[in-house]
């Protein structure tokens, strides 16, 4: 009876260790399959379609269709540009989060040829950050002082609450008043 009790609590402990075992072979995967992809999303982010990109998905389609449609007729009245972006864990980390919408300005070319006047604001719920990016074109209308007002009195007391498209309408609207040349 005893050696019975002895090989039934071997073979449990040998099932115990082996789903152990898989499972951080497949923890592993998961979060080398997702390096991987923020290292390819780092080399080509991919094209923007309308003004607003949102990967993170905190905006409703008619949420979308509004900020797209305000800055599509700022951007006619202005020739001023302003793109958002959501990033959500998959594409950046939050080490390279501000790095990355950087390079996400660079590569989309937001903002006129010549002018430099594009906005690229980038927003994470995941990582609770924003960078707001500004073309030198836009930086000779607005101060970083300016800009970090913005984003401290209108975008974060909304997404504090969680009321992202509010703060985001709420902040563009803002920016608009103060570039409106």
Known sequence: MNKLFILISL????????????????????????????????????????WVTDYEKIYSKDEVKVLNDLITKFEKETSAEIAIVTLDSLRATSANFDDLSLRIAKKWGIGKAGKDNGIVIAISKHYRKIRVQNGNGIEKLISDDE?????????IPEFKNENYYSGTLNSITELMKKLNF
């Not at 099932?15 to 080398?32: A, G, Y």
């Not at 800009?147 to 975008?155: A, E, G, L, Q, V």
Request: glycine share 2%; hydrophobic share 40%.
């Open 11 to 50: 073979l449990i402990h040998l099932h115990v260790f082996s789903q152990e075992i898989n499972q951080h072979t497949t923890d592993s995967l998961k979060i080398e399959a997702v390096e991987n992809f923020q290292k390819l999303y780092w080399l080509n982010p991919i094209k923007h379609y309308g």
């Open 147 to 155: 800009t970090k007002f913005i984003i401290d009195n209108y975008f």
